[in-house]
């Protein structure tokens, strides 16, 4: 069965601290992966990967892919209350149609 | 505009009500998505509409049903549902189907009595 896999499921950080979420998955037929970020409401949209070992930044986000040990990790540097949130990692897979298949997410703290 | 609306944020229905939920997006997508979120878990897709029709149902009970009037809306209609429905419904919309970054809606936070 396919699946998704994010470590740690929870983090607590103080302010100022870096950060690395994990995400492993083993899907027939990958796509890309994808990183949300969800507060109260929506996801919303960080990084899409679909290429190997090509750095994606956004501020102090950052993500790559590793397509042979099929995993990505999500840095955050200098950590601030608002990153405070759940991660969530997300792989397109085609299997009898493309499909949008999500970790279980990791919440993350961060404590002033 | 890379937004996507849904209405209404909050809905509180009987199990024999009939009630919508809407979605909206003018970002030019084609393929738009419904999906369930229950609490402290992830999105679990229902339906996805590609070029306004049904691609996928992911074997959602019937008294779900999802409509797509256009290639901007799409609607899901309920009737009789059961306390286990009450959730986070959330639409997403994408350039095309299992192509692009999703986009999400806010969310419709449903409860059943």
């Known amino acids: 069965e396919d699946k998704v896999v994010q470590s740690p499921l929870s983090l607590v950080v103080h302010e100022g601290d870096t950060v690395t979420l994990n995400c492993s998955y083993e899907?027939?037929?990958?796509?890309?992966l994808l990183w949300y970020k969800q507060e109260k409401k929506a996801p919303t949209f960080l990084f899409m990967l679909t290429s190997s070992g090509i750095e994606k930044k956004s501020g102090r986000l950052s993500s790559i892919l590793d397509k042979k040990e099929l995993f990505s990790i999500l840095n955050i540097t200098a950590t601030q209350t608002g990153d405070s949130a759940i991660y969530l990692c997300?792989?397109?897979?085609?299997?009898?149609?493309?499909?949008?298949?999500f970790g279980e997410g990791t919440q993350l703290t961060v404590n002033p | 505009d890379t937004e996507v609306t849904q209405t209404p944020k909050h809905l509180v229905m009987g199990m024999t009500n009939k009630k919508s939920l809407k979605c909206e997006q003018h970002m030019g997508h084609r393929a738009m998505y419904w999906y369930k979120q229950k609490a402290k878990k992830p999105p679990e897709l229902m339906f996805v509409?590609?070029?306004?029709?049904l691609s996928i149902n992911e074997s959602v009970p019937s008294r779900f049903s999802p409509e797509c009037p256009n290639s901007s809306l799409l609607n899901l209609h309920l009737h009789a549902l059961q306390p286990e429905d009450s959730a986070l419904y959330l639409c997403?919309?994408?350039?095309?189907w299992g192509t692009g970054e999703q986009f999400f809606g806010p969310g419709t936070r449903l409860t059943v009595l």
């Open positions: 997300a792989v397109y897979e085609e299997t009898s149609g493309s499909r949008l298949t």
């Open positions: 899907v027939t037929n990958f796509r890309s």
């Open positions: 997403a919309s994408s350039q095309g």
């Open positions: 509409y590609s070029y306004e029709k």
